[in-house]
């Protein structure tokens, strides 16, 4: 199935989708493609904010652009892999047969999972500042991200992975 079509059924059935994932078998490069795609859109939902942000500040639109993408592209994504670390260690202290490539790609999809939400909130932001519409729509892709995360744990544990 195409990624596009995987992102919508993990809006309805998340833990579903990940086990079908896990049942394609132990793919490294597909598990970082899921994490820099999300990355890549996530830095692309930014760019409305930081246009805002210039406009009233009067910085350098490039300058907070080219941070961002430094952020996105290099910071985040070992933040990402240190997370899933720490989720995997806190599984097999807890007694949870998970293995580490499981915890990485349940992390990795949630993420990506979840940007369509992260999409709209830096929309939100951009066009209308940090309002109570944005905290709302914030609010549901955090949701969205820790839910996502927590039923792809959830397949990993149930013997997928």
């Not at 598990?31 to 820099?36: Q, R, T």
Request: with cysteine.
């Amino acid at each position: 199935m195409a990624v596009s079509s995987d992102i919508l059924r993990t809006w309805r059935h998340p833990r579903r989708v990940v086990a079908d994932l896990l049942d394609q078998g132990r793919r490294e490069d597909r598990a970082i493609a899921f994490l820099m795609a999300g990355c890549g859109l996530i830095f692309v939902a930014q760019w409305p904010r930081l246009a805002r942000v210039a406009h009233e500040t009067g910085d350098e639109l490039s300058k907070l652009v080219a941070y961002e993408l430094v952020a996105w592209i290099f910071f985040w994504p070992l933040v990402f892999y240190a997370i899933a670390g720490l989720s995997f260690l806190a599984l097999r202290f807890v007694g949870r047969g998970i293995s580490a490539f499981s915890a990485r790609l349940a992390l990795f999809w949630a993420f990506l999972a979840a940007t369509p939400a992260g999409l709209l909130y830096g929309l939100q932001t951009g066009l209308n500042g940090f309002g109570p519409a944005a905290q709302l729509v914030g609010a549901i892709w955090i949701a969205a991200f820790f839910w996502f995360w927590a039923q792809g744990l959830r397949a990993a544990v149930t013997g997928r992975g």
